[in-house]
């Protein structure tokens, strides 16, 4: 029912917000008005003005010795050819003294929604954006510590990073082939500037776009199912790599690399839910992780997941 009532909010442009959870089973749909009661807030903002803020995250890892065996795993399906890239990812426990509203207040990011007292994210990542007819995606992979001596080349440069971008823009391009015209990539491997707490980051994106038909705004619900999951925190090939995903992963991912947007009566925007910080019971919970090729070392990979665990 949720994506057939985007199809039919959209088609009479009423403004409404989206959430997906990532394997696209869970979807929920609030107008504006619905929105009010549901204590569910988000916030779209590229511009946004970067505050300063003292908070940090105490996060007790998973030990490395069982990430890699789960990272030797996945190692083992690319060789027998069951996959090329997979984003493997796991849950960290963390301590804070903020409550979710308040980390959902204090985050900088361009994509944060609050679901309730259940989970909060604050995402860099786009997933689709509409306007008019053309629909845009900017897959991001590749991360360093901006701090590091000539970081921007190193990344631009690093041939694991290149590969597994590589596969990422060809996937994305492919999904949106499924939807759209004239797809191309307009511009390839850019390096951005991301606040990660007490660091900065510097994060690779792509730019790939298409053409929809004039109708697309009654067929929304329709085009956003046919590209969920998303590719760039999923892998590829995309469906025997989710399989791989959850035989490998042990946990569920639920809302957490899903997808929010948000439709305002002509346009879309929408995030992927990365930066991802979820409640059970008591106790919070950081999802990360990173995506696997068979050039992956799985010291840097373990290393990276924790990287991505912070209050930007």
């Known amino acids: 029912m949720g994506f057939e009532r985007i199809n039919a909010l959209a088609a009479e442009g009423t403004?409404?917000?989206?959430?997906?959870?990532?394997?696209?089973?869970?979807?929920?749909?609030?107008?504006?008005?619905?929105?009010?009661?549901?204590?569910?807030?988000?916030?779209?903002?590229?511009?946004?003005?970067?505050?300063?803020?003292p908070h940090t995250l105490e996060k007790t890892p998973l030990p490395f010795d069982r990430y890699k065996e789960k990272f030797d795993a996945v190692i083992e399906k690319i060789k027998a050819g069951e996959t090329y890239i997979l984003n493997l990812t796991q849950a960290t426990p963390i301590k804070t003294e903020l409550s979710l509203r308040e980390i959902y207040t204090l985050a900088n990011a361009h994509y944060k929604l609050r679901y309730k007292d259940e989970f909060v994210c604050f995402s860099p990542e786009k997933f689709i954006q509409i306007k008019e007819r053309t629909i845009h995606t900017f897959p991001m992979k590749g991360t360093i510590d901006a701090a590091i001596e000539g970081a921007k080349e190193k990344i631009l440069a690093n041939e694991k990073e290149m590969a597994e971008h590589v596969m990422i823009v060809d996937l994305l391009r492919n999904d949106l082939s499924m939807v759209a015209s004239d797809v191309r990539v307009e511009k390839f491997r850019y390096v951005q500037k991301i606040d990660a707490g007490e660091k900065e980051l510097l994060q690779v994106s792509s730019h790939i776009c298409g053409e929809l038909a004039p109708n697309w705004r009654s067929n929304l619900g329709t085009i956003l199912q046919r590209l969920l999951p998303a590719g760039s925190i999923s892998g590829a090939p995309k469906k025997s790599t989710l399989e791989i995903i959850q035989k490998i992963e042990g946990y569920e991912r639920g809302f957490f690399s899903g997808v929010f947007g948000f439709?305002?009566?002509?346009?879309?925007?929408?995030?992927?839910?990365?930066?991802?910080?979820?409640?059970?019971?008591?106790?919070?919970?950081?999802?990360?992780?990173?995506?696997i090729t068979l050039d992956s070392n799985a010291n840097e990979e373990y290393n990276e997941m924790l990287e991505k665990i912070y209050l930007p």
């Not at 403004?15 to 569910?40: G, M």
């Not at 995030?271 to 919070?284: D, H």
């Open 263 to 291: 439709f305002d009566g002509e346009s879309f925007d929408s995030g992927v839910m990365i930066r991802f910080i979820e409640k059970k019971e008591k106790s919070l919970f950081y999802k990360s992780g990173g995506g």
């Open 15 to 53: 403004p409404f917000v989206s959430i997906c959870d990532f394997l696209a089973k869970r979807v929920e749909v609030y107008t504006l008005d619905e929105l009010q009661n549901a204590d569910i807030e988000f916030c779209i903002d590229e511009n946004y003005r970067y505050k300063q803020h």
